[in-house]
């Protein structure tokens, strides 16, 4: 017994063997320290998004909605991802247990999975490119807010439009097609009843919350940020009071031109009356001058040179004679008194015409200036009432669509409102970029061992695999709720 004793302790004996290095394979290593950089990477990308979106000032950060983000989308996406995992383990597992066909199934599982998350996102980068919503320098058609920048980024859009439009119809009458002039209307009527009376509004109104709302409802229009029913309900109540004030404004105006025509009706009767006087006063200046000249004396013939003649011949002949006196100077010719009274009179007559001509003239001169200041006003008004009338015709459409003139019309394609926008799509389009990278290169390691025989000898490497897939899944599991919840 003490022989059976001694041999049970004997047996029990632990036997300690040195290991020269970690109790790990050098493949599992190598992965392990890949994956800390990828950890530090990645941590660091997570870390400076949270620094950005927690940093921005309140209520300015896009929600999902104002991004095209759909939360069941990214929640299926996820869920997809965390299936993927499970697969992964369960082809590890087959290989272990030395089940090649069935580890082969569940890691194309894994790589149908890994593709459908793919295709999804793919999926979700087209919806956000249609949009208009990525990075790009100077800057997508992403603005911070609604300012003379914003309006000038939608006037050169419509610009284009139009451009391209009329260059159409231009160059073919018969391709231009229906749809193609409603376009052109569209364009058109968004350009003058929307963009131009923003900018006016912006330009010349002395309120700053006048300035400001014309072109936030704008921006509104083309881009609208509510999803509740209550924020859709407030911006068609806003609309209702553009349209009441356009129609109330434009029968203001109307009136006003309406007075104006009476006032330059009356007006054109004076200058037609003062017209008429002057033209009187002008013909009886002329039959005046023409009595004035009838009544002047006639000249006094001039002497002729025939009495020089004579004298000089008569020189001539006899040097010796005396030269014939001097000539006595003709007398002046009597004027009549009587005469004399008649011209003074009509001088008087003519000064007093020409004194009523200057003073009718100068009231001419001021009366037409004041006619074409008139002018001028009514013109103005002609001006404001036919934007007012193009204004109200507009706020319709601008309010017709319930999610905003680009989802309606997703050719126009019209520069958006969306507050630290362009910083959310960097900050996106960087994280999910290189986890969609990270993903795409598991899933070439999937496809590259799948046509491998994967008994337990290749076990190992679908463990090696299925480490890095998880660290893929783990980083998207912090992803989603920062993006598409938060």
């Known amino acids: 017994m003490s022989d059976h004793a001694h ?15 970690l109790p790990l394979a050098n493949g599992k290593l190598c992965l392990w320290l890949f994956l800390s950089t990828e ?13 950005i979106r927690f940093g921005a000032p309140t209520g300015s950060w896009p929600l999902p909605h104002d991004v095209h983000l759909v939360e069941w ?45 793919l295709g999804v996102k793919g999926v979700e980068y087209n919806s956000k490119f249609k949009h208009g919503i990525y990075p790009s ?47 052109l209307n569209l364009v058109n009527a968004l350009s003058s009843g929307m963009l131009q009376w923003a900018e006016l509004q912006a330009a010349k109104n002395d309120d700053p919350i006048v300035r400001r709302d014309g072109l936030e409802l704008m921006a509104e229009a083309i881009y609208p940020r509510h999803h509740k029913p209550a924020d859709r309900e407030l911006f068609l109540k806003k609309i209702e009071k553009e349209i009441q004030l356009a129609e109330a404004e434009s029968k203001t105006v109307a009136a006003e031109i309406s007075s104006i025509d009476k006032t330059l009706t009356s007006m054109t009767t004076e200058l037609t ?15 005046l001058a023409k009595e004035l000249e009838a009544l002047q004396p006639a000249p006094a013939p001039e002497a002729t040179s025939s009495n020089q003649t004579l004298t000089e011949s008569f020189v001539a002949a006899d040097p010796a004679a005396e030269a014939p006196a001097a000539e006595v100077p003709a007398e002046e010719p009597k004027v009549d008194p009587a005469l004399e009274a008649k011209i003074a009179a009509i001088n ?20 037409r200036i004041e006619a074409g200041k008139i002018s001028e006003s009514k013109a103005a008004r002609e001006a404001r009432k036919l934007a007012l009338e193009v204004r109200a015709a507009a706020l319709p459409i601008m309010s017709s669509p319930e999610h905003g003139l680009n989802d309606e019309h997703h050719w126009l394609m ?3 409102k969306i507050p630290s926008g362009n910083m959310w799509a960097s900050t996106y389009f960087l994280m999910t970029g290189f986890h969609a990278i990270h993903v795409a290169v598991g899933l070439l390691a999937f496809a590259l061992i799948l046509p491998m025989h994967l008994d337990n000898k290749k076990a190992h490497i679908l463990e090696n695999t299925g480490l890095y897939w998880h660290f893929v899944d783990l980083v998207w599991i912090f992803l989603f709720p920062m993006l598409y919840l938060f």
């Open 39 to 51: 950890i530090m990477f990645f941590a660091g990308l997570i870390g400076a998004y949270v620094v």
């Open 137 to 183: 320098l100077p800057r997508s058609l992403l603005h911070e807010k609604a300012d003379v920048y914003y309006a000038q980024a939608v006037r050169e859009k419509l610009a284009k439009h139009r451009a391209a439009l009329e260059k159409v119809k231009s160059e073919s009458e018969a391709n231009f097609t229906t749809e193609d002039q409603e376009k």
């Open 73 to 117: 989308i990214g929640a299926i996406n996820t869920a997809v991802l965390l299936c993927s995992s499970v697969t992964m383990v369960l082809a590890h597992h087959a290989a272990e247990t030395n089940q090649p066909t069935i580890a082969k199934g569940w890691l194309a599982l894994t790589l149908a999975l890994g593709c459908l998350f």
């Open 414 to 416: 019209l520069p958006m």
């Open 273 to 287: 009356t003062l017209e008429t006087k002057q033209t009187a006063l002008t013909e009886q200046r002329e039959a």
């Open 7 to 21: 041999d049970d302790h004997g047996h029990g004996h632990l036997k300690l063997q040195y290991q020269p290095a």
């Open 348 to 367: 008087e007559k003519i000064a007093a015409v020409d004194a009523e001509t200057a003073t009718l003239t100068e009231e001419l001169t001021s009366k």
